[in-house]
């Protein structure tokens, strides 16, 4: 069974940083693209920043966010987050689109979601 597994979330005081992980576990499943969500209270979900599989690094939110695929496992990114304000505080989600081998040459593409991580700014 492949999973979205998050960490990296807390309190933080105006101005620090946080770094957010996320990881797809399951070998046999090929991500095309990641991307972080979050969800702050009584808003919708919105996108923050996603990376297609080629693609190692994006900026976001006026450059104090940056999302970052490791290097050595594909399926792992982070969020960077500096600079943080009060208004970021949000349900932080992550989210892969990929295809999942199935053996016999057959795949089943997937969209799946981490359980989310709260983020905190609050002096």
């Known amino acids: 069974q492949v999973q979205l597994v998050e960490s990296g979330g807390g309190l933080v005081q105006p101005g620090g940083s946080l770094r957010l992980s996320c990881a797809a576990s399951?070998?046999?499943?090929?991500?095309?693209?990641m991307a972080w969500y979050r969800q702050a209270p009584g808003k919708e979900r919105e996108l923050v920043a996603g990376v297609n599989s080629g693609d190692t690094e994006t900026l976001a939110e006026e450059g104090r966010f940056t999302m970052s695929r490791d290097n050595d496992a594909k399926n792992t990114v982070y969020l960077q987050m500096n600079s943080l304000k009060p208004e970021d505080t949000a349900v932080y989600y992550c989210?892969?689109?990929?295809?999942?081998?199935?053996?016999?040459?057959?795949?089943?593409?997937?969209?799946?979601w981490g359980q989310g991580t709260l983020v905190t700014i609050s002096s």
């Open positions: 989210n892969a689109r990929g295809t999942l081998s199935q053996g016999g040459g057959r795949f089943k593409y997937l969209e799946l």
């Open positions: 399951g070998s046999t499943f090929d991500t095309h693209y």
